[in-house]
């Protein structure tokens, strides 16, 4: 969680120094002293939460401060510290928006502890709401946001339906690119905890040394950097749902501690000794075999049968047939809309090359590919030649050079039959297609055995 700050303009240093320190007793707080307007408008760049005037500074007076301060950011609350002889002024800065004015007397510390308090609270409760709003609005149904109509990724839409009913853990594979956090936002929004965070991490992308802090948070000075007290991704998940993407790329110290954390259902922060209860749902998502990582001795055991739950393995986009069609027009309605375009169609060859193709990048690279192809085409068809396939790799399961449609099919149908140790039935169901098809080409002997 980020510091709450506050500035302090006051020219009487004694009296500054003395506000300081007492709102210093709270370590959530980042105070700031400014002697003068010049100074406070100078640094408003640090975005603070609060800031408390003095009416009467040797280079402005507290209205004309109080306007640049609101014409810079008006969300800042201004608090207005003045003698009896200004109260006139300061209540006439009420009506135009300044939080509160405060007497300068001997209780000046205690209001002005109180009154940002109430502020501090009010800004909490206001991004709470705006949050929530947010959510709600991002809020959908997976069936038409996950789009697709294959069997496999209909098999996809039946698991996140049992996910949705109950609090049980989720843990999503798939190679990269095929939507496993669009799934674990489908299951969140869909869920009863659609109300509360959905708090996001990838593991990946954090440095190892800093893991720890920002799944559990730590405390002020618990170590050099740490200027605050930061509240951990399963504090701020409380009463939602936390996904932890890459879960594969922890490492074994910190799958430690994820286990006890998972266990006892709570948390220490970094540098205290305090737990703090919390109450989340765990989704977790990779592109590794996480069951092959374990006898690799390189996920725990212990870990990997707390996380499992209910798995939901998504299908590359090369196993979902027709749905590269489908999801190609989404792509170019989408991409069209945003940009205000006329929507192009996909010429025939157009789609005959998008079915062809591979897709090691998954749904993610074919909306690079469409929305390229959406700015090179002529406005009204995408042709052949306005698809780009950039090719990262070369030990592609099966290759994407110019066959007919029919050899292509059997290249398919042969991958999957090694895959599947030449079970039809389940080939069948992955490609979408009769079991027919497979055996006549198994009599024909145009699809190898093993």
Same mark, same amino acid.
């Given at each position: 969680?980020?510091?709450?700050?506050?500035?302090?303009?006051?020219?009487?240093?004694?009296?500054?120094?003395?506000?300081?320190?007492?709102?210093?007793?709270?370590?959530?707080?980042?105070?700031?002293?400014?002697?003068?307007?010049?100074?406070?408008?100078?640094?408003?760049?640090?975005?603070?939460?609060?800031?408390?005037?003095?009416?009467?500074?040797?280079?402005?007076?507290?209205?004309?401060?109080?306007?640049?301060?609101?014409?810079?950011? /008006?969300?800042?609350?201004?608090?207005?510290? /003045?003698?009896?002889?200004?109260?006139?002024?300061?209540?006439?800065?009420?009506?135009?928006?300044?939080?509160?004015?405060?007497?300068?007397?001997?209780?000046?510390?205690?209001?002005?502890?109180?009154?940002?308090?109430?502020?501090?609270?009010?800004?909490?409760?206001?991004?709470?709401?705006?949050?929530?709003?947010?959510?709600?609005?991002?809020?959908?149904?997976?069936?038409?946001?996950?789009?697709?109509?294959?069997?496999?990724?209909?098999?996809?839409?039946?698991?996140?339906?049992?996910?949705?009913?109950?609090?049980?853990?989720?843990?999503?594979? =798939?190679?990269? =690119?095929?939507?496993?956090?669009?799934?674990?936002?489908?299951?969140?929004?869909? /869920?009863?905890?659609?109300?509360?965070?959905?708090?996001?991490?990838?593991?990946?992308?954090?440095?190892?040394?800093?893991?720890?802090?920002?799944?559990?948070?730590?405390?002020?000075?618990?170590?050099?950097?740490?200027?605050?007290?930061?509240?951990?991704?399963?504090?701020?998940?409380? =009463?939602?749902?936390?996904?932890?993407?890459?879960?594969?790329?922890?490492?074994?110290?910190?799958?430690?501690?994820?286990?006890?954390?998972?266990?006892?259902?709570?948390?220490?922060?970094?540098?205290?000794?305090?737990?703090?209860?919390?109450?989340?749902?765990?989704?977790?998502?990779?592109?590794?075999?996480?069951?092959?990582?374990?006898?690799?001795?390189?996920?725990?055991?212990?870990?990997?049968?707390?996380?499992? =739950?209910?798995?939901?393995?998504?299908?590359?986009?090369?196993?979902?047939?027709?749905?590269?069609?489908?999801? /190609?027009?989404?792509?170019?309605?989408?991409?069209?809309?945003?940009?205000?375009?006329?929507?192009?169609?996909?010429?025939?060859?157009?789609?005959?090359?998008?079915?062809?193709?591979?897709?090691?990048?998954?749904?993610?690279?074919?909306?690079?590919?469409?929305?390229?192809?959406?700015?090179?085409?002529?406005?009204?068809?995408?042709?052949?030649?306005?698809?780009?396939?950039?090719?990262?790799?070369?030990?592609?399961?099966?290759?994407?050079?110019?066959?007919?449609?029919?050899?292509?099919?059997?290249?398919?149908?042969?991958?999957?039959?090694?895959?599947?140790?030449?079970?039809?039935?389940?080939?069948?169901?992955?490609?979408?297609?009769?079991?027919?098809?497979?055996?006549?080409?198994?009599?024909?002997?145009?699809?190898?055995?093993?």
């Amino acid at each position: 969680m980020n510091s709450f700050k506050i500035f302090i303009v006051e020219d009487d240093p004694w009296y500054s120094e003395m506000l300081k320190y007492h709102l210093s007793l709270n370590e959530d707080y980042e105070v700031h002293i400014f002697t003068n307007a010049k100074a406070c408008l100078s640094n408003l760049h640090l975005k603070p939460n609060v800031i408390s005037i003095d009416y009467n500074l040797p280079d402005a007076k507290g209205d004309e401060l109080f306007e640049k301060i609101k014409a810079h950011d /008006s969300s800042i609350a201004v608090l207005v510290i /003045s003698g009896q002889e200004e109260i006139n002024v300061a209540l006439n800065l009420l009506k135009k928006g300044a939080y509160d004015y405060i007497l300068k007397d001997d209780n000046t510390k205690e209001i002005l502890w109180n009154s940002i308090l109430r502020i501090r609270e009010n800004t909490s409760l206001k991004k709470e709401v705006a949050n929530l709003k947010e959510q709600l609005v991002t809020k959908f149904d997976y069936d038409r946001t996950i789009i697709g109509q294959s069997s496999a990724i209909k098999k996809s839409f039946s698991l996140i339906e049992s996910a949705v009913k109950t609090n049980i853990n989720v843990s999503i594979t =798939g190679e990269t =690119g095929t939507g496993k956090e669009l799934v674990a936002r489908a299951i969140h929004f869909n /869920s009863d905890r659609r109300k509360k965070p959905f708090v996001a991490i990838n593991m990946a992308a954090i440095p190892r040394e800093l893991i720890e802090s920002e799944l559990f948070g730590h405390e002020k000075g618990s170590f050099t950097g740490a200027h605050t007290r930061k509240i951990g991704k399963f504090e701020e998940a409380d =009463g939602g749902s936390i996904f932890l993407d890459e879960i594969a790329e922890l490492d074994i110290n910190m799958q430690v501690k994820l286990l006890r954390v998972l266990q006892e259902r709570e948390v220490i922060r970094v540098g205290s000794n305090q737990s703090i209860k919390f109450n989340a749902r765990l989704i977790t998502a990779t592109n590794k075999d996480l069951a092959q990582e374990v006898k690799n001795e390189n996920f725990r055991k212990d870990l990997f049968y707390r996380i499992i =739950g209910l798995p939901i393995e998504l299908p590359p986009l090369r196993e979902r047939g027709n749905d590269i069609l489908v999801l /190609s027009k989404y792509f170019i309605d989408s991409f069209s809309n945003d940009n205000k375009m006329e929507i192009p169609t996909l010429s025939s060859n157009a789609k005959e090359k998008l079915m062809k193709y591979n897709y090691p990048g998954n749904v993610r690279e074919l909306k690079s590919f469409i929305d390229l192809a959406c700015v090179m085409c002529n406005g009204k068809e995408i042709l052949e030649e306005d698809i780009t396939f950039n090719v990262l790799t070369q030990d592609e399961p099966f290759t994407a050079m110019e066959k007919t449609l029919k050899e292509y099919n059997t290249e398919i149908i042969t991958y999957f039959l090694k895959k599947y140790d030449n079970n039809v039935m389940k080939v069948a169901d992955k490609l979408d297609i009769g079991k027919s098809t497979i055996y006549n080409l198994m009599k024909s002997n145009k699809v190898e055995q093993e």
